[in-house]
């Protein structure tokens, strides 16, 4: 009778001890088959089962794996395909990928920059007080916060070359919510602010001999006099009309006249001070505001615009 028992409990046990290894993912645990009837075909249906769930793991691990590593290449192909500028960090702020265009707007390598400091290698210069910022990274990675810069920066690559960049940065999280670093992007915006300024300067300017318009100078005065009004600074105001110019037109042409008001604008920007501005009001009218001058000194710089225009001399086609 114990024998027969023994052939009875120590299968079981056997059984058991698989169950138990099975139920805690241990999928390639097998039991020794060394029985025979009922029990022999509970022992290979055991292994059978193990080995079923072992090829289901496998195979689910694959399928996971085979997932994920696309979803890999779709977002490394995505940032090496947009035109922005990617830069990510780790939690301390140093480099860990840069896509293509950040490495061509930086002139760094992603392998070179990989480990380094953000500040060494998004270097951020401000044109007004000529020196480098360090980018506030800090933002991201310590108060979690997302930062965007609507105005522009100037980004000074590896080679000293400088463009204008519009930027925005932001913290990488887990599940959990614990941030892991922080992502950089940028674009190039050089071209559009050059435009934007040109538009600017084309806006506030008479097309014709390129001085200050009438709105510029309206808006101009209008700032002028209320410095006067908020101190005790003193300012003048010059208002010149041409005398005998429609002559000009009448018996050369508009042609000639507009000439005449180029030369003119041209002749009296340089009898006038740096500071001062002047405009073209419109026809033959003309404008000047002379900051910080006071009344005595604004009559001898109009006494002298108003010789200076009598001995002006214009010549069109010999006459």
């Known amino acids: 009778a114990l024998l027969m028992a023994r052939g009875v409990t120590r299968p079981m046990v056997s059984l058991t001890r698989a169950v138990e290894k099975i139920k805690h993912g241990e999928l390639d ?159 190039d915006v050089t071209e559009i602010q050059s435009m934007a300024r040109h538009m600017a300067f084309l806006a506030s300017r008479d097309p014709l001999t390129g001085l200050l318009n009438r709105r510029e100078f309206e808006s101009r005065l209008r700032h002028v006099l209320d410095s006067a009004r908020a101190g005790e600074r003193t300012h003048a105001l010059l208002y010149l009309d041409l005398d005998q110019f429609k002559i000009v037109n009448d018996t050369c042409g508009h042609i000639a006249g507009d000439e005449l008001l180029k030369q003119l604008a041209s002749h009296l920007q340089k009898e006038i001070r740096a500071s001062d501005m002047l405009a073209r009001l419109g026809g033959d009218e003309f404008g000047v505001i002379l900051e910080d001058c006071s009344v005595d000194k604004a009559e001898q710089i109009a006494d002298l615009l108003r010789q200076s225009i009598k001995d002006f001399r214009f010549m069109w086609e010999r006459r």
């Open 29 to 187: 645990y097998r039991v020794t088959t060394q029985s025979g009837g009922e029990v022999g075909r509970l022992e290979d249906g055991i292994n059978a089962m193990a080995a079923a769930l072992q090829e289901a793991r496998e195979r689910e691990k694959k399928l996971s794996e085979d997932a994920l590593f696309l979803e890999k290449v779709r977002a490394q192909v995505t940032l090496e395909s947009i035109g922005d500028g990617v830069i990510t960090t780790d939690a301390a702020g140093r480099i860990v990928y840069m896509n293509p265009v950040a490495e061509h707007f930086t002139e760094w390598n992603n392998d070179t920059a990989r480990g380094k400091p953000l500040s060494e290698v998004f270097r951020i210069f401000d044109e007004e007080s000529n020196h480098l910022e360090e980018y506030p990274i800090h933002y991201c990675l310590q108060d979690g916060r997302t930062i965007r810069h609507d105005s522009h920066h100037l980004l000074l690559s590896h080679e000293g070359g400088k463009i204008e960049i519009q930027d925005s940065a932001a913290p990488i999280r887990d599940r959990d919510g614990s941030i892991l670093g922080a992502v950089v992007v940028f674009h």
